[in-house]
């Protein structure tokens, strides 16, 4: 069998280990391995069919458990300073001109009413950054995991997140539309 030692793979397996089985994770490790060593175009076509095998044997409410899962954790000194300009804040206005003036084209947020949007310019994902095309939105939702392990820090409570555009999905940048217990 072929070695199956990439991150973002091993991530793969274990959120399916955990959400559908131990079956279903070795099927996807057996029908889809992925090195440590590939490179970009090999990764890029990696995530394609995974999309396509997530979308084809799974129910959407699973395939977003198991991507939610796969996500990234954002850092802790990232996390801990978020938080330290949330905290330092009165409301959604200072913390969003705040945090803007700390990471100023990293990403951005600003918010309509109670809702926070959370964006990026580029594709930050190490699996399909380098390939300029796009994929379904099965892929991008780890970035919504990602988002919520953020700001359920950031708040201290559980927020809901949702995938609103995607520089994968062919929009010109990414946005997670955060909703939560703000001030």
């Known amino acids: 069998m072929a070695k199956n030692d990439n991150a973002q793979a091993i991530k793969l397996y274990d959120s399916i280990k955990e959400n559908i089985g131990d079956a279903a994770a070795g099927e996807v490790a057996k029908l889809f391995p992925l090195t440590k060593s590939a490179d970009f175009n090999r990764k890029f076509k990696w995530a394609e069919n995974i999309c396509t095998y997530l979308e084809s044997n799974f129910s959407p409410e699973q395939i977003a458990k198991i991507r939610f899962r796969c996500s990234c954790t954002p ?22 001109d705040k945090y803007n003036n700390e990471y100023a084209g990293k990403h951005q947020v600003w918010h309509n009413g109670s809702d926070l949007y ?3 310019p580029v594709c930050y994902c190490s699996s399909v950054k380098r390939v300029n095309k796009t994929l379904p939105k099965t892929w991008c939702l780890c970035t919504v995991g990602y988002t919520k392990k953020l700001f359920d820090y ?12 995607s520089i994968k ?5 990414c946005v997670i539309k955060v909703t939560g217990k703000f001030y």
Do not use: A, H, M, Q
């Not at 999905?169 to 940048?173: D, E, H, V, W």
């Open 118 to 120: 959370f964006s990026y």
């Open 154 to 165: 950031v708040l201290d409570s559980d927020t809901n997140v949702e995938l609103r555009e």
């Open 75 to 96: 850092p802790e000194k990232y996390l801990g300073k978020v938080k330290k300009i949330y905290v330092e804040s009165t409301n959604l206005d200072e913390f969003t």
């Open 169 to 173: 999905l062919g929009n010109s940048r």
